[in-house]
DNA sequence: CCAAAAGTGTTAACGCTACACCCATGT
DNA sequence: ACATGGGTGTAGCGTTAACACTTTTGG
């Protein structure tokens, strides 16, 4: 550290890093994400749950580690989004936060909140109560992005459990565009990106035909044109 | 600040924020990108220009700033491109760096090596050197970005003059896509697309027929297809 | 008149969209 | 037998990709 200007500028800064993790699901051919209520600062007010990183770990990591603490899972699809720092998005200090997102199938999951937090819970993104901080500006960006993944990456699978129906696939891409499709399209373009395949079993359910499951041929991340 | 966890992790964390730029132009059908020679730190190696950002700014605004000294253009497309965050990313500190990336046109641009630096170069992609820091990757990152960026927006505006031929145009194409492009459906798809208009004018160059000079009917940012 | 880049249309293959009926099951 | 969602094919249309010759200029 020869160089005094540098050294000055770095003696200078004063400002935090936080993670804020835009955690997705799909219910009952519906989109949620997942809040947590705050405790002391802000009390009351709904967020996106997040936490400053540690100085051992890179930013993925901290969103990981976030994603395990609210919902128990790993390993699942988990993305850099965007990273947001307008000097008066945190009242309180100047935090600049790298935003994540994350899709997770389809959640029974045993949500555990942590003591950090009053409350947690799956919100449908249609009405999302007004958020703390930037974060409200922080999901409509996560939307567009989910929306653009959803269409042109095989991302969908993380929405899923491991066997699924046709009709539960396209309830996803319905939920998260937002609009209906054409079962026989929808099935044609699934069928020719080729990444699923049958199983032996089937899933009944209600007074009508059972539906063939199927499951993913492979897990890999995929740019592929779907919709 | 009344809660004593959150503040004890605030106490803790011990991390600068940095910005890098991806400053991209294309001359004579290459593509090139900024790079400057360190001083002290790492001296004599080839890096991204950077530096800190401050507390008061917003880490575009610092994007901008940086820009603008190395360049001296302002008001160009500019874009966050994501944040690298490994620990030993930089030797020296931890350092997380969020990296942007901008087109400036055609750069008969007086760089005006700052005292900051030993050097100021355009170098061709397609041969750098051993970059200082994670910078390697960083460029590799970006130059996945600016493709799909020329391919699905009108970014590629950005890299020419305020008037251009048609060829000129297909040519910034061919750079960035690394590859031959047809003329006549280049020119059907640029025409569909509708953003530009014909002036009055021709450029004479050499022996042969002269072309038409075109120029933007608008410079928004639109995402459109175009190859 | 020759060299060099500008400019210009057509055809064939492919992909997308719209659309309607039979199938397997539970009650 | 009927109600419910599962499952399937085709025709028309638009988009894309491949391809070659004429035009305008300077030398």
């Excluded at 802000?42 to 930013?59: F, H, R």
């Excluded at 994603?67 to 309180?92: H, M, V």
């Excluded at 930037?134 to 699978?157: C, F, G, M, P």
């Excluded at 993380?158 to 937002?178: C, D, G, H, M, R």
Aim: net charge positive; with cysteine; glycine share 4%.
């Amino acid at each position: 550290m020869s160089n005094p200007t540098v050294q000055a500028e770095h003696a200078k800064q004063n400002i935090k890093l936080a993670v804020d993790n835009c955690i997705f699901t799909v219910k009952d051919g519906k989109l949620f994400i997942l809040l947590i209520k705050m405790k002391s600062k802000l009390q009351g007010m709904w967020a996106l749950p997040g936490g400053l990183i540690k100085d051992t770990e890179t930013i993925g990591a901290a969103a990981q580690r976030i994603l395990k603490q609210e919902t128990g899972l790993s390993d699942n699809y988990l993305e850099q989004l965007y990273t947001f720092s307008q000097p008066n998005r945190d009242p309180f200090a100047r935090v600049i936060s790298t935003a994540y997102f994350a899709l997770i199938p389809d959640a029974n999951i045993e949500l555990k909140p942590s003591p950090k937090y009053d409350d947690v819970r799956w919100y449908p993104v249609k009405k999302l109560p007004e958020l703390a901080y930037d974060h409200n500006h922080i999901v409509k960006y996560a939307k567009q992005r989910l929306e653009w993944k959803i269409s042109y990456t095989n991302a969908a699978w993380s929405l899923l459990p491991e066997k699924f129906t046709l009709t539960e696939l396209q309830k996803v891409y319905e939920a998260i565009l937002n609009k209906k499709l054409d079962k026989r399209n929808f099935r044609k373009k699934i069928d020719k990106v080729g990444l699923l395949k049958e199983t032996k079993q089937t899933k009944l359910e209600g007074a009508h035909r059972p539906a063939k499951l199927y499951e993913f041929s492979s897990k890999k991340k995929k740019i592929v044109e779907i919709i």
